[in-house]
């Protein structure tokens, strides 16, 4: 059974501290399912950073998540709410790819650069959380297509070689449709950088 956790972390109390945190940032009517525990439990014990837990369920602590599943079953909500169990050195923020895109129309190839490198001037790279991966379209930037979240994907798994800054990505696409909309080489990629955590796909839509 899930809940056989061997670990000095009591996870039925992280829950109930979470649904409260979630009650507070979305409203009473904030919660979370038992069906989506074996999720829950995979996400916190990898921004708790619990090593033995972690273990048991496959989970590589050097790289990052990315959280799939159907659209609803509460993936941005999670990822918003870990964001407050995770230490201070791995916290990170988390940014819409649909807002990126909007970014590249109006400024064009730097943005790449402000997701990837780190900010024109700030010199650090910094953990990110890409939310919706595959909400965005292909743009054009004076006439250039551009597929801005594959150029990005790509140079963050290049600092991530290199300097072991993580990224996660939210997205409702499947390994499939990932390399259909970014190419093999980005789907490659994105297995060394993250742990993929998944929703069944029959998983309710929690905002019907």
Known sequence: METEIKTH??????????????IELYGNHFKILETDYP?????????????ATCFQYNINLNKGILLSG????????LMNLM?????????????PCRDISFEFIQDGYQIIHKYSKGKLYESEPKTICFDDL????????????????AEILLSRYDIFT???????????????????????RVRSRMRELCN??????????KRK
């Open 9 to 22: 972390y009591n996870y039925q109390e992280v829950i109930l501290w979470l649904e409260n945190k979630g």
């Open 39 to 51: 999720i829950i439990y995979k996400l916190i014990a990898y921004f708790l950073k619990d090593e």
């Open 70 to 77: 159907p659209v609803g079953c509460g993936k941005t909500s």
């Open 83 to 95: 964001k407050y169990l995770t230490p201070t050195e791995h916290k990170y923020f988390v940014k």
């Open 134 to 149: 595959g909400t965005e379209n292909n743009l054009k930037y004076y006439g250039n297509e551009c597929n801005v979240m």
């Open 162 to 184: 290199t300097k072991k800054i993580q990224t996660h990505i939210t997205t409702n696409l499947s390994a499939s449709e990932i390399e259909t909309q970014y190419g093999n």
């Open 196 to 205: 993929l955590i998944a929703y069944d796909r029959s998983s309710i839509d």
